[in-house]
Nanobody, 116 residues
C-alpha cells in the first residue's frame, strides 16, 4: 500500500523558515519523481517544486524560485522542501506527490501558515 506522510508544517512569521518532510512507502521511491504542490483557500492546487528520480535538476514555480529548495534522500525514502524567506502568500496546505510508473500518488497535506 502506497503511503506519503507529510510533516513539518506550522505557523511561522514572514521571513521565517520551515522544512517539510514527506516519508514514502509502498513503491520504489528512488524510481519516482517527487513533487510538492500547494493549495491556498479558494485557489486551485499548484505545483511548487519537482525533483526527478535520477539525473536532471529540480524545477520550481516562479513564485518560489530562490526561496524554496526541494531535495530527496533515497536511503530514507523521504523528500524535503526547505522553505526560506516565507511570505504570507505562501500560506496553503502543502501536498507531497509521487509519480511512479505513470501512477500518481498524493499525501494527506500539511498546513503552512505565514502570519504575524
Amino acid at each position: 500500500q502506497v503511503q506519503l506522510v507529510a510533516s513539518g508544517g506550522g505557523l511561522v512569521q514572514p521571513g521565517g523558515s520551515l522544512r517539510l518532510s514527506c516519508a514514502a512507502s509502498g513503491f520504489t521511491f528512488s524510481s519516482a519523481a517527487m513533487s510538492w504542490y500547494r493549495q491556498a483557500p479558494g485557489k486551485e492546487r499548484e505545483l511548487v517544486a519537482t525533483i526527478p528520480s535520477v539525473g536532471g535538476s529540480a524545477n520550481y514555480a516562479d513564485s518560489v524560485k530562490g526561496r524554496f529548495t526541494i531535495s530527496r534522500d533515497n536511503a530514507k525514502n523521504t523528500v524535503y522542501l526547505q522553505m526560506n524567506s516565507l511570505k504570507p502568500e505562501d500560506t496553503a496546505v502543502y501536498y507531497c506527490h509521487a509519480r511512479f510508473l505513470y501512477f500518481d500518488y498524493w499525501g494527506q497535506g500539511t498546513q503552512v501558515t505565514v502570519s504575524r
